[in-house]
T-cell receptor, first 116, second 114 residues
Framework: NAGVTQTPKFQVLKTGQSMTLQCAQD?????MSWYRQDPGMGLRLIHY???????DQGEVPNGYNVSRSTTEDFPLRLLSAAPSQTSVYFC???????????????FGPGTRLTVL | AQSVTQLGSHVSVSEGALVLLRCNYS??????LFWYVQYPNQGLQLLLK??????LVKGINGFEAEFKKSETSFHLTKPSAHMSDAAEYFC????????????FGKGTTLSVSS
C-alpha cells in the first residue's frame, strides 16, 4: 500500500507558466482534497472531491483547477502561475463512511512549488 | 462558521517536561476535532481525534487531549517531552460543508531541548 503519493516533490515555475500537480491514492478512498500550506497560515483548503466526477471549491480556489475522472487520481492544475502561489501543496484522502467527519484524512508527502 | 485558534506559535520545553499545546475552536454544531503532527519536510500524521463519547482522547506517542465544551478547548498534552517530539502541531476541526475536509489552526512549533 503506497497510500497517498504526490509528484513532483519540488517544482520551480516562471510567472505565467501552467502545470499539473499529481495526486494518487491506492486505498479506494472516495474523498480527496488539496490544501496549501504557507508559513504562519496553517493549511487551507483549495478544492475537494467527494467522488469521481464530483468536485467543489474550498477556501482558496482562485487560480487552480481540478477534475476527478477516477477514484484514484485527483490532479491540481495551476492555470497561469503567480508568485503568490509559491507554497507547499498537500493532497489528502479519506473514507466516505458516515458520518463523514469521523474519518481520518491521510496526507501525501507534499509538493514544494516556487513561482519566480 | 467554524474556526480554530492555536495559542502560541512556538512552544519550547526541556526534555522530560510537560508538553501543553493550546487549541480553542468555534463551531455552531458539536465539533469533530483533530490534532496532526508534521515532522520537518514531511506530510501530516494524525495524533488523535475527538468525535463523540469520552472527552479524554488518547493518541499515539503518549499524547492525549481533552475536549472541554464549556471552554471550547481541545488542548494537547504529553506528560514527558522527548527530543523526537520536536515538530509542528496542528489542531483542526471538520469543515461540515466540505466532505471530510478540515479547517486548520495556524500551527504550533514545539522545540525540545536537552
Amino acid at each position: 500500500n503506497a497510500g497517498v503519493t504526490q509528484t513532483p516533490k519540488f517544482q520551480v515555475l516562471k510567472t505565467g507558466q501552467s502545470m499539473t500537480l499529481q495526486c494518487a491514492q491506492d486505498m479506494n478512498h472516495e474523498y480527496m482534497s488539496w490544501y496549501r500550506q504557507d508559513p504562519g497560515m496553517g493549511l487551507r483548503l483549495i478544492h475537494y472531491s467527494v467522488g469521481a466526477g464530483i468536485t467543489d471549491q474550498g477556501e482558496v480556489p482562485n487560480g487552480y483547477n481540478v477534475s476527478r475522472s477516477t477514484t484514484e487520481d485527483f490532479p491540481l492544475r495551476l492555470l497561469s502561475a503567480a508568485p503568490s502561489q509559491t507554497s507547499v501543496y498537500f493532497c489528502a484522502s479519506s473514507y466516505s463512511g458516515l458520518p463523514a467527519s469521523y474519518n481520518e484524512q491521510f496526507f501525501g508527502p507534499g509538493t514544494r512549488l516556487t513561482v519566480l | 462558521a467554524q474556526s480554530v485558534t492555536q495559542l502560541g506559535s512556538h512552544v519550547s520545553v526541556s526534555e522530560g517536561a510537560l508538553v501543553l499545546l493550546r487549541c480553542n475552536y468555534s463551531s455552531s454544531v458539536p465539533p469533530y476535532l483533530f490534532w496532526y503532527v508534521q515532522y520537518p519536510n514531511q506530510g501530516l500524521q494524525l495524533l488523535l481525534k475527538y468525535t463523540t463519547g469520552a472527552t479524554l482522547v488518547k493518541g499515539i506517542n503518549g499524547f492525549e487531549a481533552e475536549f472541554k465544551k464549556s471552554e471550547t478547548s481541545f488542548h494537547l498534552t504529553k506528560p514527558s517531552a522527548h527530543m523526537s517530539d520536536a515538530a509542528e502541531y496542528f489542531c483542526a476541526v471538520s469543515d461540515l460543508r466540505a466532505g471530510t475536509a478540515l479547517i486548520f489552526g495556524k500551527g504550533t512549533t514545539l522545540s525540545v531541548s536537552s
